[in-house]
């Protein structure tokens, strides 16, 4: 009995060591319970990383493109797709490509047939990517009530089809105005075109008797400076245009109109306003002749896009200036240019469903509301309590039909290029009015017939 019980206190000690589960030492029904939930441990333990492996295998990852709309978009958007990511068992992966270089890296990436799932797109890239079939028309992918929600859901509507979701919209440019210049002319903020030039006029003057011009009725810069010269027709071309009834395309887009009747009297008007403006504006770029001249007290009126954070930043950036705006001037008709830059599904995204209800989850209240406290944006949407200074809201609201955004037609960047080419060349003194539409008309029909027969038939 003694020998045993010492080899009992051995094999209890060895047990103990190695970490065996025995209860009771000795007790072989215990031993063998032991081994049996061991066994389902480890098995279940198996299971679930099997399990684990499998739902990982299964996530879904969805890619964006897009360029930075703040100082830090990534790191404000990665706990706002948290909640969709967990819901949908979904990886959203958000590339952030540089506005410098935006179209080159779409183009190129096209070219060797890599796109994302979703793109933001603005107005002047979609004719390629529709005309490519790279894009899908999300017609049917929204109902009535998407059109009742959204407030700027049409704006994503063009060449035949929706192929946007508007995700930037309501900051359109507009004139801006020195409220003091104005009281010291005996003049409130202008209406129509009458109303604006006669103020330019009164306002451009010689201030401190020496014989030069030193402040300016319209602040304006013609010269593109380290921008594309479509920065030209945003700021100053398109609201006139709009203004005297015209446009860019036809209604079947197969030819432009911008050198009709209307169009016309839109880019005299605008050379009548040149003794107006400062004597280098053709050297002179768009945003140094609003910052350098407008911001500085020296102009009645500048021009510039707008932000819901406008009385922050100007409070900052001219802290002097006691500035009001009129977000359009009236001729004919209103009309201003606002992008409505959009998010847009690529046809050759294998999970077109799931990226649709992303965009109306990135686009919806509960996202946009947080989003637009850190960085300040017009509402999208009827439930989205509005996150500005109160200044700038009636732009979205008393306002709102008075912007619009660019006629997408075929060819956009080269008609449009071409078109503001010639409007530079009749402020220059290089052609007249007729002389230079009739130049870009003829180049952009000349286009339009080309691609048209490439992609009719």
């Not at 010492?6 to 094999?11: I, K, P, Q």
């Not at 360029?67 to 819901?87: H, Q, R, Y």
């Not at 006669?198 to 401190?208: F, G, H, N, V, Y």
């Not at 037609?409 to 402020?427: D, K, T």
Request: glycine content about 8%; aromatic content about 10%.
């Amino acid at each position: 009995m003694k020998n045993k019980n010492c080899l009992l206190a051995l094999t209890c000690s060895f047990a103990l060591v190695t970490g065996s589960l025995l209860s009771a030492c000795g007790s072989p029904a215990a031993t063998a319970e032991a081994d049996s939930e061991t066994t389902e441990a480890a098995a279940a333990e198996t299971a679930g990383a099997q399990e684990s492996a499998e739902e990982a295998s299964e996530r879904t990852t969805l890619t964006i493109w897009m360029p930075p709309l703040g100082a830090d978009t990534v790191n404000i958007w990665e706990p706002l797709l948290k909640p969709f990511e967990e819901e949908n068992n979904v990886d959203v992966q958000v590339e952030l490509i540089p506005w410098a270089n935006y179209e080159e890296k779409w183009a190129t990436s096209f070219s060797a047939g890599e796109t994302p799932d979703i793109g933001y797109m603005y107005a002047e890239m979609y004719p390629t990517y529709i005309s490519a079939g790279a894009i899908t028309d999300m017609t049917d992918m929204v109902t009535e009530e998407d059109y009742d929600e959204y407030l700027f859901l049409d704006r994503g509507e063009m060449m035949g089809g929706l192929y946007g979701i508007p995700i930037v919209t309501g900051v359109p440019f507009v004139l801006y105005y020195n409220q003091d210049i104005l009281d010291e002319l005996g003049e409130t903020a202008p209406e129509t075109w009458e109303d604006f030039k006669r103020i330019c006029e009164k306002a451009t003057q010689d201030t401190d008797g020496d014989g030069v011009i030193d402040q300016y009725g319209y602040a304006v810069g013609l010269n593109s400076g380290d921008m594309s010269n479509l920065y030209m027709l945003n700021a100053y071309v398109y609201s006139l245009l709009w203004q005297a009834g015209g446009d860019i395309y036809a209604d079947d887009l197969k030819s432009v109109r911008f050198n009709d009747e209307a169009g016309v009297r839109a880019i005299e008007f605008f050379q009548s306003l040149k003794p107006y403006m400062p004597e280098n504006v053709m050297s002179i770029s768009g945003s140094d002749a609003f910052s350098t001249i407008f911001g500085a007290g020296k102009a009645a009126f500048g021009v510039a896009r707008s932000s819901q954070s406008q009385e922050t930043l100007f409070a900052k950036d001219y802290p002097d200036l006691n500035w009001d705006y009129v977000t359009s001037l009236k001729d004919k008709n209103y009309g201003t240019f606002g992008a409505a830059d959009c998010l847009s599904i690529m046809s050759a995204s294998e999970n077109k469903d799931l990226a649709m209800k992303l965009i109306k989850y990135i686009t919806g209240a509960g996202f946009m509301s947080e989003y637009h406290k850190q960085e300040p944006g017009a509402p999208l949407t009827k439930s989205e309590p509005y996150n500005g200074d109160a200044k700038m809201e009636r732009i979205i609201t008393d306002d709102r039909d008075k912007w619009r955004p660019l006629q997408v037609g075929p060819a956009g960047s080269e008609i449009l290029e071409n078109y503001a080419s010639h409007i530079q060349a009749v402020m220059g003194g290089d052609q007249t009015v007729e002389e230079a539409l009739n130049e870009a008309a003829e180049f952009g029909d000349e286009t339009l017939n080309e691609y048209w027969q490439e992609n009719e038939g």
